[in-house]
């Protein structure tokens, strides 16, 4: 019996999420590398430095990925670009394992992060344009990995103590994901819509018909929206080839571009790297501290699994705000517990999970999925590139300074608790629902005409979002403004 096209495109975007899972398992990894006793040992004196301590966690090179990531991604396509980021990590990951020393494992990290700055940057962008309309928020969001992590960092805690399979292991594992998206990845089809742009319609009609349609290049779902790729394409020609400069100089481009990079951003101020990074460094050591972790790794993949049913019914900005309220409410009962009974390390991993479960089920998945689909096909690559770049600058401020700064403050974790609401101040007052236009061919049109401050406008609801489905389905190309839209 084949495959419905759902369940196809489905296992397509699941594969491609290896890109987004690796920078999942490189957060968990770390926290239960950095106290293992026989790393401190290999790494020398130079680890008692805050600053290189620091350095190990924050170097993650991603920040750099991002600039060969949109000229690859527009140039040779998604599929070969998310091969050249696997292949550049197995090269970081492999420094990381064999490392006899400091700088090497500062080469590893750094070209590891360098792979997972396209992966995890490309993943997403690929689920987005491969993705039926009406599951494309489920589809990109699958990038949970932590679970795994944690669970390794503590079984060979516990079990390899002292010894360099404690560190090695854990770090050697994290190539393992990357090894079947280079042999791989080539077998699942290409962007539809990154054909489309290149000039080759009748291979993206293929395509679309593989992906949507049983191979029925005749459906009219299929048809429907090849003519919403040609009216897109054509109006990109009008306004010509594409430019970093338009996207700061077009408002709707710059907007979209601004509300991508805050997001990012604010994902790092919800203090979950902190979290990730340095939890077994704060007071903790032992290895019931990484128990802790795998259970709030467990507790994660369960708010994943609540985000990839839910987030194409309830859109992206009721989880967004809802998610960073509980996190930053999770900081303030933390802040209380810490002061009020310190020695109660169970009531902090207590709080933990709570923040986790929210952060996992509402912000983090979302961080990557909203760029990803607010952007037209022209300047999809290089506008996520950018926005991602965020995340990978804001991760390198927090896991640098983290070391320093909870040592110096007090109240620590209410920095986190004051970030939280403001960033669901920020989303509820700025963002519009992107699934309010479920057809990416049409985001232009909505960031074009929704105000600035959606409150209390149709743009911060969330509407059908089978609706164009059912229009393209019917063969009516999705060009007809939707409710609100002009």
């Known amino acids: 019996m084949p495959l419905s ?35 401190i040992r290999v790494m020398g004196d130079r680890y008692n430095n805050p600053n290189l301590q620091g350095l190990i966690a924050s170097i993650f090179g991603a920040f750099f990925g991002m600039f060969p990531v949109a000229y690859c991604a527009d140039k040779f396509g998604r599929r070969i670009t998310i091969q050249l980021g696997a292949a550049v990590y197995i090269l970081g990951g492999a420094l990381q394992t064999g490392a006899t020393n400091m700088d090497l494992m500062l080469s590893g990290r750094f070209f590891a992060g360098f792979g997972v700055g396209i992966m995890s940057d490309l993943a997403p962008l690929y689920q987005a344009e491969i993705a039926h309309p009406s599951i494309r928020g489920r589809l990109t969001t699958l990038q949970q990995a932590t679970f795994v992590a944690s669970w390794v960092t503590y079984g060979t805690s516990a079990g390899l103590k002292g010894t360099q399979a404690e560190w090695r292991i854990p ?15 080539l077998l699942l089809p290409e962007s539809p819509r990154w054909l489309a742009e290149k000039g080759r319609m009748e291979e993206a009609r293929k395509t679309l018909a593989r992906l949507h349609a049983h191979g029925d290049v005749d ?9 919403d790729m040609k009216a897109d394409i054509h109006k990109a020609r009008d306004i010509g080839k594409s430019s970093w400069r338009e996207l700061f100089v077009v408002p709707s481009n710059f907007r979209r571009l601004s509300l991508g990079y805050i997001l990012q951003f604010s994902v790092q101020m919800t203090g979950v790297s902190a979290i990730q990074y340095y939890s077994t460094t704060m007071g903790f050591t032992s290895t019931r501290i990484l128990l802790f972790q795998s259970i709030n ?55 933990t999970w709570v923040f986790n479960f929210f952060f996992s089920a509402c912000i983090g998945p979302l961080s990557w999925a909203y760029p990803a689909e607010i952007f037209s096909t022209r300047t999809r690559a290089k506008s996520t590139a950018i926005t991602s770049s965020s995340s990978w600058i804001s991760n390198f401020f927090i896991a640098q300074v983290t070391p320093k700064a909870f040592g110096a403050i007090g109240w620590k974790y209410l920095v986190f608790a004051i970030c939280g609401h403001t960033n669901a101040l920020f989303i509820w007052a700025f963002y519009p629902a992107s699934n309010y236009i479920t057809p990416l061919t049409q985001m232009d049109a909505l960031f074009e005409n929704s105000p600035l401050f959606v409150p209390g406008t149709p743009y911060s609801k969330v509407d059908d979002h089978r609706a164009a489905e059912r229009e393209l389905r019917q063969g009516t190309p999705s060009l007809i403004p939707c409710r609100g839209v002009t």
Not at 316 to 325: D, T
């Open 5 to 39: 096209p759902k369940v196809y495109t489905w296992l397509c975007g699941l594969f491609a999420s290896l890109g987004s899972i690796i920078f999942g398992y490189d957060l968990g990894v770390i926290a239960g590398v950095l106290p293992a006793p026989d790393f």
């Open 171 to 185: 770090l050697g594992l994290q190539i393992l994901p990357a090894l079947p998206l280079i042999s791989f990845m």
């Open 219 to 227: 459906d009219p779902f299929v048809l429907a929206q090849i003519e």
């Open 297 to 351: 790794s467990i507790i994660a993949l369960i708010g994943e699994a609540c985000c990839v049913l839910w987030i194409d019914h309830t859109g992206r900005r009721r989880p967004l705000i809802i998610g960073n309220v509980a996190s930053g409410l999770s900081f303030v009962v933390g802040a209380i517990l810490m002061a009020r009974y310190p020695v109660l390390t169970t009531l902090f991993f207590f709080r």
